[in-house]
């Protein structure tokens, strides 16, 4: 048995941590591969730092395309070999006429979720313009979901299995660049790097919508270092680079805002 209560320490998605320890001990006693459903990014840091102490599983994420942000995660002993091809995940390509009743990612998020399946069985959903767009699932949904997802707001869809290959991936767009700060304070770099003021940058901090690493920041003084990732719901991300001290002993750090 696993040590759970010392894993679940500092954990803050306590219930997909649990699931995530009970696969690991039937990945332990089975020596099968077992897998997660799909894990949004703060809840994969949690399970990567709880099974950073581990050293007799492995685990491998894998959301269909390199920047996918929800995962599936592959839970194994530490002897067997593991690689992205066994973390079992499918596509689906939802297609229609949406060029005059336009959907977002909320509505074809909505449309799959009203067939009767859970959140945590969808990963990213791509959305297509006019066309429509693509969702990752977890495979035993894709017979259920090309049989009753039939409609989105007004549009009727046909959906159809695709090859992971067929996913239309756009790269984020990406804008460099470099900021001199007094010091390496969140509410100081976030609001250099987003372009407001830094007052709103602390309102937002302070309310719970900036996230650092994926966890929850609420400290406006927070210290930031190289390597550190921020993200503001609906504003994109923003990468701390490398950070230099000038002459007057300030911080110049190299920002890369994905958009």
């Given at each position: ?47 990567q ?17 390199p ?23 499918a ?16 509505d ?44 989105v ?39 250099a ?15 719970g ?42 911080y ?8």
């Amino acid at each position: 048995m696993l040590p759970r209560e010392d894993l679940l320490k500092g954990i803050e998605h306590r219930e997909t941590a649990v699931r995530a320890i009970d696969q690991a001990e039937q990945a332990i006693k089975t020596w099968e591969v077992v897998y997660t459903d799909f894990l949004s990014p703060p809840e994969w840091v949690d399970v990567q730092q709880m099974f950073a102490r581990l050293t007799d599983v492995q685990m491998l994420a894998w959301g269909g395309y390199p920047q996918a942000e929800r995962q599936r995660v592959a839970i194994a002993r530490s002897e067997l070999p593991l690689d992205q091809s066994q973390v079992a995940i499918a596509a689906l390509d939802i297609s229609g006429n949406f060029l005059f009743d336009p959907a977002t990612h909320r509505d074809f998020l909505g449309s799959l979720l009203g067939t009767g399946i859970v959140r945590e069985k969808v990963g990213d959903i791509i959305v297509l313009g006019e066309r429509g767009a693509q969702a990752i699932v977890v495979p035993e949904m894709v017979e259920f979901l090309e049989m009753n997802l039939t409609q989105v707001r007004s549009v009727p869809v046909k959906t159809r299995r695709i090859d992971l290959s067929e996913l239309k991936i756009r790269e984020p767009k990406k804008k460099e660049m470099t900021t001199v700060e007094a010091s390496l304070r969140l509410d100081a770099i976030a609001s250099a790097g987003f372009g407001m003021s830094r007052s709103k940058m602390a309102d937002l901090i302070t309310t719970g919508d900036v996230r650092v690493n994926w966890r929850e920041v609420t400290q406006a003084s927070h210290q930031l270092k190289a390597g550190d990732l921020i993200a503001i719901r609906g504003k994109g991300r923003l990468e701390i680079g490398e950070i230099a001290v000038t002459k007057k002993d300030r911080y110049r750090v190299q920002l890369t805002r994905f958009m």
